[in-house]
């Protein structure tokens, strides 16, 4: 079975622009989370798709964005991009219906670089 | 509010020997899972381990075991005989509810080094 791919792996992007990310779950899954990573604030839930829903979301500013697709694979688009934006940005895919017991599993992640 | 501690930023342990990483939680929820993800300089995120809330024996997947004190709400990491390999950052995470839906938090990582 194939895992959680991303892509881009690799993005520079210059301030005030905007970007869109990648994440094509595990076949079968339905629910994808989308969490930045930077070496200040850790490892941060940005939020959850379920069959095409946002299920749930963190404190993050409306620049940040996701939709998914009828296939579960899902986008992340940022806008007007800041020098703090420069993260890695991980999916996560898990079935969507366990709840607390169900497991994630990551994708490789974009590096993202705002200059 | 739901929070995960990990004291350790850094450990030190000799290859083949064991060693424990720390993990202790907060949480109001009845039911919640613990989870351990190993990190790479790469950057992936490996899942390692899954316990829950619920279960009454501690988990363990091959060299990693999971001591759940649920008293203590304390989630430690055991791998055991060491190898090269195991050095990365460890993050303990816990998935429950959320206002309705679901999310995981993770800790800050603890960085593990093995040495030859």
């Known amino acids: 079975k194939a895992g959680v791919t991303q892509t881009p792996r690799y993005l520079i992007k210059t301030r005030g622009q905007q970007v869109t990310l990648s994440c094509s779950p595990i076949?079968?899954?339905?629910?994808v989370s989308w969490y930045q990573q930077t070496p200040g604030q850790g490892l941060q839930f940005l939020f959850e798709y379920f069959s095409e829903t946002q299920r749930n979301k963190g404190n993050f500013p409306g620049r940040f964005s996701g939709r998914q697709f009828s296939n579960s694979r899902s986008e992340m688009n940022v806008s007007t991009l800041e020098l703090g934006d420069s993260a890695l940005y991980l999916c996560?895919?898990?079935?969507?219906?366990?709840?607390?017991?169900?497991?994630?599993?990551f994708g490789p992640g974009t590096r993202l670089l705002v200059l | 509010a739901q929070k995960i501690t990990q004291t350790q930023p850094g450990m030190f342990v000799q290859e083949k020997e064991a060693v424990t990483l720390d993990c202790t939680y907060d949480t109001s929820d009845p039911s919640y899972g613990l989870f351990w993800y190993k990190q790479p300089s790469s950057g992936e995120m490996i899942f390692l381990i899954y316990q829950g809330s619920y279960d009454q024996q501690n988990a363990t997947e091959g060299r990693y075991s999971l001591n759940f004190q649920k008293a203590r709400k304390s989630a430690n990491l055991v791998i055991s005989a060491s190898q090269l390999g195991d050095s990365a950052m460890y993050f303990c995470?816990?998935?429950?509810?959320?206002?309705?839906?679901?999310?995981?938090?993770f800790g800050a990582g603890t960085r593990l080094f093995v040495k030859a």
């Open positions: 076949s079968g899954h339905r629910s």
């Open positions: 995470a816990m998935r429950g509810t959320n206002t309705g839906g679901f999310k995981t938090i």
């Open positions: 996560a895919s898990s079935p969507g219906t366990l709840g607390g017991e169900e497991t994630q599993y």
